[in-house]
């Protein structure tokens, strides 16, 4: 009978803090939902043989760590959000003779329901939903559909065991502050006078000129493999310099609108302002929170929607043959023309219709770009320190008569001289230096150049020096050898070619290609020999799989953190609504007509919430070379499909964010306007 | 010169889901003239917060009228009370009502800054009021660094700063120490002797003494009323607790 008393009373409070208690639940469902939805799929069987299902069931499992963890938070946040609205309650409880044992029993109820509500019906509509997600990621893969229902029975316990756990610290975590509390502070809680904030001038410029040199960094950079390593640091800095412009730059600039006395004492701007100012310090922080999520999210879903509909682009870039070979030549002495037709006689022994073919022989060695030319010598220099990663350059030497060939060009060199294409790298100098090769005249820096699969998946920027004189060039340059022995300079004859027919007849001849290759593959004095073979099919599911899922990935995390933007904003409006009825209840008295403050009200609301997108928007838009140079690692050179996705993505979300907006200020002007 | 003249006022309230109908205004008549510092006093529930809402345009009465200056109140129109409200009256609350995101100086100017007055003539105007009400000092500070009597004070003149034709006062006294309440009847009586109206509710017979006239309230009547007359507030204090006597023992007034 007592047992039910307290469980009455629970929910009882439940039931009169609806608008408290509704999105506290819906949190909890939507995580165990997710959180059920994505550990199944990762154990899906399927994921086992499919290609590229070995990226999916890497990164899945990922994606329902971080959910646990964001659940953790989120339902932590909106938790303390609960007590500390319902603090008057419990003083009121106290005094009337409750003890801090049954206030925790009160407590224990609450939470327990909570747990059952939001594991319950989580599960239920994650098993519902699973099929549909499951549903949707073998149509991007472009898999069988299987239409079987089942339901996973470890993840179900993994996901109570797991939930049951965060909700128990959630207990935990109330039952301490009401332990700590005594009753008067609980009446009181919610009214004790605020401090005015005062601007935190140095903060404030501290954050913007943090944001600059972040934007500064996005921007500048160039080379896609620096552009990984600043990456982390920009976005670390973007995040403090959100935080700081945020809470101090948001204070200060509503301090400098009121020393504005024109601007400020204007009925409009009055009110808004000097609550403002109270709005953006109690808020500043989870606005920026909201900012951070919601760049987080359009950098994730604009870049791998760009990676998943540029897919197809860029394994052709990266494929520019069905069947690509690279066969080395071993020393330059067979760099001739006897080698290369040996190894296209062989080949045809091993494939009959061969169609668009295409070959060319180079040379090709990594080294350090400098403002003279390249260093080569490994042994010489430290390579790879952080602050060389910059101008690490892969070379590639090409004969000109390959040139001409394979571009149908008909440039003429004079001794000395060489032609220089550069791709994701610039070079201004006259002459180019090859360390311990003699300096080359620049004569033209070309801008054709056929891609070859090989180019196009290089990480680091690429310079093609294209000689008349390739023997003369190469010569001194086989000198260099590795730790290990071998020349850092390779030699090569590439062949790439198209096979009549599907892509099983394809792969059929990738496999008897392989298979023989070292009877193809002109063996090293010291019998080692090295090549490399790429079968378009083959490497079309590879990308696939991996764009696919990391788009998959993408929308999963993506709804998380959205929500999340969503469950924080609520909470701020209902926060200031409680906060701000009294504040229009005076102003109402004092002379305010209804409709100015419905239109204070909106204006504020407006700025509060459209903030965080905007300066969302800003962010990406600033981010956004850093990204596109980043994607160019995963073979996605396509700018204008990316303007056109991070776009798309932005107007999507902005819409989503609208409704949000429409329902959370009803919320709020509801409370505002009630009655006491 | 009459300048709030209330006749006839009845209010009704009718609970939304049938039951019995109260009526917590029967048939008030009174009169305040310019310049006139007019007290109401009557026990709980006998009317005197549903008169000052109605005289205050937060409520309508069921009957009767209430004219201020020369405006008829249930003529004006729902969009217009609010400017109204701010033009004509000016308010003093029991809770003070002081907004704590406003500074001092700025709690005083918001009734002029919503009706868009320049700031130049919002200072000018409070330079006297701060003087008077000695709050001088206050004017930079936010209302929870100073004390209920300050806060009370900075009210008043919040009250005073758009020259309202009548100042509405409810309960002023009610959250002060007696030091405090003192010194805001002294201003009160300072106030009304340069020219300002003031009509207060309260049941405080100290606060009702300092008034020019009393006027008490009994189930929803005006039921008594005492004028000061060349009495000082001794013997005023002395009139209203025998006529409070007089009301609760049941006896004939008038």
């Known amino acids: 009978m007592r047992l039910g008393f307290y469980s009455k009373l629970a929910v009882d409070g439940i039931r009169k803090n609806k608008r408290l208690y509704l999105p506290y639940f819906i949190t909890g469902i939507v995580m165990v939902m997710m959180f059920y939805i994505v550990t199944f799929l990762s154990e899906m069987e399927l994921l086992r043989y499919m290609k590229g299902g070995a990226t999916l069931r890497m ?453 008897v290609l392989r298979k023989n290759m070292s009877d193809i593959v002109i063996h090293n004095e010291d019998g080692s020999y090295y090549f490399s073979i790429d079968s378009r099919a083959e490497g079309k599911a590879e990308f696939f799989g991996l764009y696919s899922g990391l788009f998959f990935v993408g929308i999963l995390l993506s709804i998380v953190f959205l929500f999340a933007a969503v469950l924080i904003i609520y909470y701020k409006q209902i926060s200031e609504g409680y906060e701000d009825r009294n504040r229009f209840e005076v102003m109402q008295k004092v002379g305010m007509m209804k409709r100015d403050i419905k239109k204070c009200i909106n204006s504020q609301v407006l700025t509060v919430f459209f903030l965080p997108l905007l300066a969302a928007g800003v962010h990406l838009s600033f981010a956004f070379p850093l990204v596109f140079r980043l994607l160019q690692l995963f073979n996605l050179n396509n700018l204008s499909l990316m303007i056109v996705v991070s776009l798309a993505t932005y107007f999507v979300f902005a819409l989503v964010y609208a409704l949000v907006y429409k329902i959370t200020s009803n919320a709020y002007y509801a409370i505002v306007s009630e009655r006491r | 010169m009459s300048i709030l003249k209330v006749s006839g006022l009845k209010k009704v309230y009718s609970p939304r889901f049938g039951g019995n109908k109260v009526e917590a205004l029967k048939n008030v008549n009174f009169e305040v003239e310019q310049g006139e510092y007019v007290a109401i006093m009557g026990e709980s529930g006998s009317g005197k917060t549903t008169l000052l809402n109605i005289l205050a345009a937060i409520d309508r009465p069921t009957e009767g009228s209430v004219i201020l200056g020369d405006m008829e109140l249930s003529t004006i129109k729902e969009e217009k009370m609010a400017a109204f409200r701010r033009e004509h009256l000016g308010f003093v609350f029991q809770e003070f009502n002081l907004l704590d995101t406003f500074s001092v100086e700025d709690n005083i100017f918001l009734p002029m800054v919503l009706a868009g007055k320049p700031h130049g003539q919002m200072k000018e105007r409070l330079v006297p009021i701060a003087k008077q009400l000695g709050i001088e000092e206050l004017l930079k500070k936010y209302p929870y660094e100073i004390s209920g009597g300050q806060k009370q004070r900075v009210a008043v003149a919040r009250a005073l700063i758009t020259n309202p034709k009548l100042v509405l006062a409810d309960e002023p006294t009610g959250a002060l120490d007696s030091k405090a309440s003192d010194e805001l009847l002294r201003l009160f009586g300072e106030i009304n002797e340069n020219g300002q109206t003031i009509l207060m509710v309260t049941h405080s017979v100290k606060a009702a003494s300092h008034a020019g006239r009393v006027l008490f309230i009994k189930d929803g009547e005006v039921f008594h009323q005492i004028y000061r007359g060349n009495h000082n507030a001794q013997q005023m204090y002395q009139m209203i607790s025998d006529a409070l006597t007089m009301i609760t023992m049941g006896g004939e007034g008038r």
């Open chain 1, 59 to 511: 990164m899945l499992p990922l994606g329902s760590k971080i959910i646990l963890v964001f659940a953790l938070i989120f339902l932590f946040y909106s938790n303390s959000f609960l007590v500390r609205q319902r603090y008057k309650e419990f003083g009121l409880y106290n005094i009337l003779g409750m003890d801090k044992k049954n206030l925790g029993r009160i407590v224990f109820f609450e939470n327990l329901m909570s747990a059952l509500v939001a594991i319950i019906i989580g599960l239920f509509l994650g098993g519902a939903l699973s099929k549909v997600a499951e549903l949707g990621m073998l149509n991007l893969m472009d898999q069988e559909i299987e239409y079987s229902f089942r339901l996973e029975a470890g993840v179900i316990y993994d996901a109570i065991l797991y939930f049951s756990g965060i909700y128990l610290v959630l207990f935990l975590h109330s039952l301490i502050k009401i332990r700590r509390s005594n009753p008067l502070e609980l009446l009181r809680s919610s009214q004790v006078g605020e401090k005015a904030p005062k601007a935190n001038w140095l903060v404030a410029l501290l954050g913007v000129i943090l944001l600059a040199v972040a934007y500064y960094i996005a921007v500048s950079i160039e080379n896609p493999l620096s552009a990984m390593v600043w990456f982390f640091i920009a976005v670390i800095m973007v995040i403090i310099a959100t935080y700081m412009v945020f809470v101090a730059g948001s204070v200060a600039f509503c301090k400098l609108l009121q020393k504005n006395k024109k601007y400020y004492y204007k009925a409009n701007h009055f009110v808004s302002v000097s609550s403002m100012v109270y709005r953006m310090k109690r808020n500043g922080a989870g606005l920026a929170s909201i900012c951070i999520l919601l760049t987080m999210v359009l950098v994730m879903l604009s870049s791998t929607v760009s990676l998943y509909i540029g897919a197809e682009d860029s394994y052709n870039r990266r494929y520019p043959n069905e069947i690509s070979l690279k066969l080395p030549v071993p020393t330059l002495d067979e760099f001739k023309e006897e080698t290369f037709s040996h190894y296209k006689n062989t080949i045809s022994q091993y494939v009959k219709d061969v169609e668009k073919e295409s070959y060319y022989a180079n040379a090709g060695i990594s080294g350090l770009l400098t403002k003279t030319g390249v260093l080569v010598d490994q042994q010489a220099h430290a390579q790879f320190s952080f602050d060389t990663v910059s101008s690490l350059v892969y070379i590639q030497i090409l004969p000109l008569s390959e040139y001409n060939r394979l571009h149908g060009t008909d440039y003429t060199l004079g001794q000395g001289e060489c032609l220089l294409h550069c791709l994701n790298a610039e070079y201004n100098g006259d002459t180019f230096t090859i360390e311990g090769a003699d300096t080359l005249k620049v004569k033209k820096v070309v801008d054709k150049m056929m891609i070859s699969g090989e180019l196009a998946m290089q990480m680091i920027p690429a310079v093609t020096v294209i000689t008349d004189e390739f023997e003369a060039v190469m010569a001194p340059l086989m000198k260099y050898e590795s730790e290990y022995g071998d020349h850092l300079a390779e030699l090569y004859w590439n062949y790439g070619f198209d096979v009549a027919g599907s892509d099983e007849e394809e792969i059929a001849v990738y496999d």
